[in-house]
C-alpha cells in the first residue's frame, strides 16, 4: 500500500501549494476521487472552492470543466444535444461540460430541481442518455460541485435522491491567520496554481483506484458501520436517516483513507474521521427537533460516542435492536 501513500502524498502535497492549511480537508477529496465518488464542498464564497478543484485537475492531468449553475440553465446545457448537420443532413451529438474529467458544478443550488435532475444519472450510472442514446462519462469522472450556506434568495434545495450521490460533503472554512499571511505572500504577483503541473498520470489513478478496492476490511469494522448507519433512521431526533448507498460510501473511503495513511486494512478510527462527512448530508431532522436547533453532524458525533465499535455480539446485542441511541442533549435540557 506504499504506492497509494506515496503518489496521494505527492498530490497532497502539489494541491496543498495552493490551498494552504486544509490538509484533512483536501485528503477527503483526494478519498473521493480514488472511491470513484464526488464531492459537494458547502461553504461562503472566497475560500478556495474553485481553486481546489482546479488544483486538482492540474495535479492529475485531468480535462477540467465548469459549470456555472444559473436559474436559467437548461438540462442540454450541461449534458449536451443533437444538433442537426444540414452538410450530411444527420443529427451530430455536441457534448456538454458535463462530459470531462473534472467537472466544477459552481453553485449547484441554483439551478432549477430540472437542471439539477440531468445530474443524477450522470453521477451514479457514469452515463448521459440524450434524445435516446446513451453516451459514457470519462474515466475518471469527479463532480465537485460547491453552494453557499448562507445565502438562500434565488436557490433551490438539492434534493436528497441529488445529495445521496455526493459521496462526501466537506467545509473548507476560513484560514488561520498565519495560513492567511501565507497566502498573501504566495499571491504576490501570480496565483500559484499557474505554476502547478502533473504530478500523478491518469494509469497511475487508475491503478490506485483499484488498489483502493483490495484493501482488507475486517467484518468487526463493517458491522460497525452498519450500527452507526442503523443509528441515523432510529434516531429520534431523524426523520431520515442515511441510506444504504451511505454505508457503501463509509465503507468505499475507509478503504481510501486507509490506503492514503499506508495501511493495506481500514480500522475503526477511520471510519470515525469520516462519518461525519459521509453521513450528515443524507440525513434529515425532524421539524420539532430542528426548532431546538438539532444539526445532522450533532447526532453523527452522537452515535460515534455511543455506538460500540465491537461487534453486535461482544456488546451484547440481539442484531442491532439495540442500537437506537438515547434522546438528544435537547431532551436532557427539557
Same mark, same amino acid.
Not at 485537475?57 to 477540467?64: I, R, V
Given at each position: 500500500m506504499s504506492i497509494i501513500q506515496q503518489t496521494g502524498d505527492r498530490v497532497l502535497a502539489n494541491v496543498e501549494r495552493v490551498i494552504v492549511g486544509k490538509h484533512n480537508e483536501v485528503r477527503f477529496a483526494l478519498v473521493a476521487l480514488l472511491c470513484r465518488g464526488h464531492v459537494l464542498i458547502e461553504d461562503v464564497p472566497g475560500t478556495g472552492k474553485t481553486v481546489l478543484a482546479k488544483a486538482i485537475a492540474k495535479s492529475l492531468g485531468c480535462s477540467f470543466r465548469r459549470i456555472q449553475f444559473t436559474p436559467d440553465l437548461l438540462p442540454s446545457d450541461v449534458t449536451g444535444? %443533437?444538433?442537426?448537420? +444540414?452538410?450530411?443532413?444527420? &443529427?451530430?451529438?455536441?457534448?456538454?461540460?458535463?462530459?470531462?474529467?473534472?467537472?466544477?458544478a459552481d453553485e449547484i443550488n441554483r439551478a432549477t430541481p430540472k437542471t439539477q435532475s440531468a445530474l443524477l444519472e450522470c453521477m451514479e450510472e457514469r452515463q448521459a442518455t440524450v434524445d435516446g442514446t446513451t453516451y459514457m462519462m470519462p474515466d475518471p469522472f469527479l463532480v465537485i460541485a460547491t453552494q453557499n450556506p448562507i445565502e438562500y434568495?434565488?436557490?433551490?434545495?438539492?434534493?436528497?435522491?441529488?445529495?445521496?450521490?455526493?459521496?462526501?460533503?466537506?467545509?473548507?472554512?476560513?484560514?488561520?491567520?498565519v495560513d492567511e499571511v501565507v497566502i498573501l505572500d504566495e499571491q504576490k504577483r501570480h496565483h500559484p496554481i499557474e505554476d502547478l503541473e502533473e504530478v500523478c498520470s491518469l494509469e497511475?489513478? =487508475?491503478a490506485m483506484q483499484n488498489a483502493v478496492r483490495e484493501i482488507y476490511v475486517d467484518p468487526t469494522v463493517s458491522e460497525y458501520i452498519v450500527r452507526l448507519?442503523?443509528?441515523?433512521?432510529? $434516531?429520534?431526533?431523524?426523520?431520515?436517516?442515511? %441510506?444504504?448507498?451511505?454505508?457503501?460510501?463509509?465503507?468505499?473511503?475507509? =478503504?481510501?483513507?486507509a490506503g492514503l495513511l499506508g495501511r493495506d486494512y481500514v480500522i475503526p478510527d477511520d471510519v470515525k474521521a469520516l462519518?461525519? %462527512?459521509?453521513?450528515? $448530508?443524507?440525513?434529515?431532522?425532524?421539524? %420539532?427537533?430542528?426548532? $431546538?436547533?438539532? +444539526?445532522?453532524? =450533532?447526532?453523527?458525533?452522537?452515535?460515534?460516542?455511543?455506538?460500540?465499535?465491537?461487534?453486535?455480539?461482544?456488546?451484547?446485542?440481539?442484531? &442491532?435492536?439495540?442500537?437506537k441511541p438515547g434522546p438528544s442533549a435537547r431532551v436532557a435540557k427539557n
Amino acid at each position: 500500500m506504499s504506492i497509494i501513500q506515496q503518489t496521494g502524498d505527492r498530490v497532497l502535497a502539489n494541491v496543498e501549494r495552493v490551498i494552504v492549511g486544509k490538509h484533512n480537508e483536501v485528503r477527503f477529496a483526494l478519498v473521493a476521487l480514488l472511491c470513484r465518488g464526488h464531492v459537494l464542498i458547502e461553504d461562503v464564497p472566497g475560500t478556495g472552492k474553485t481553486v481546489l478543484a482546479k488544483a486538482i485537475a492540474k495535479s492529475l492531468g485531468c480535462s477540467f470543466r465548469r459549470i456555472q449553475f444559473t436559474p436559467d440553465l437548461l438540462p442540454s446545457d450541461v449534458t449536451g444535444l %443533437s444538433i442537426y448537420n +444540414q452538410k450530411t443532413q444527420e &443529427f451530430e451529438f455536441r457534448p456538454g461540460p458535463i462530459m470531462s474529467q473534472v467537472v466544477l458544478a459552481d453553485e449547484i443550488n441554483r439551478a432549477t430541481p430540472k437542471t439539477q435532475s440531468a445530474l443524477l444519472e450522470c453521477m451514479e450510472e457514469r452515463q448521459a442518455t440524450v434524445d435516446g442514446t446513451t453516451y459514457m462519462m470519462p474515466d475518471p469522472f469527479l463532480v465537485i460541485a460547491t453552494q453557499n450556506p448562507i445565502e438562500y434568495e434565488g436557490t433551490f434545495a438539492l434534493p436528497e435522491a441529488q445529495l445521496d450521490r455526493f459521496m462526501l460533503r466537506i467545509r473548507l472554512g476560513y484560514p488561520l491567520p498565519v495560513d492567511e499571511v501565507v497566502i498573501l505572500d504566495e499571491q504576490k504577483r501570480h496565483h500559484p496554481i499557474e505554476d502547478l503541473e502533473e504530478v500523478c498520470s491518469l494509469e497511475d489513478l =487508475q491503478a490506485m483506484q483499484n488498489a483502493v478496492r483490495e484493501i482488507y476490511v475486517d467484518p468487526t469494522v463493517s458491522e460497525y458501520i452498519v450500527r452507526l448507519v442503523n443509528g441515523t433512521r432510529e $434516531h429520534g431526533d431523524i426523520y431520515l436517516g442515511a %441510506s444504504p448507498r451511505g454505508s457503501i460510501a463509509l465503507y468505499r473511503a475507509g =478503504q481510501a483513507l486507509a490506503g492514503l495513511l499506508g495501511r493495506d486494512y481500514v480500522i475503526p478510527d477511520d471510519v470515525k474521521a469520516l462519518a461525519e %462527512s459521509a453521513l450528515a $448530508h443524507r440525513m434529515i431532522v425532524k421539524t %420539532s427537533s430542528s426548532i $431546538h436547533d438539532i +444539526q445532522p453532524a =450533532q447526532v453523527v458525533r452522537e452515535l460515534l460516542e455511543t455506538t460500540p465499535v465491537g461487534s453486535a455480539k461482544e456488546a451484547g446485542m440481539t442484531g &442491532f435492536a439495540n442500537t437506537k441511541p438515547g434522546p438528544s442533549a435537547r431532551v436532557a435540557k427539557n
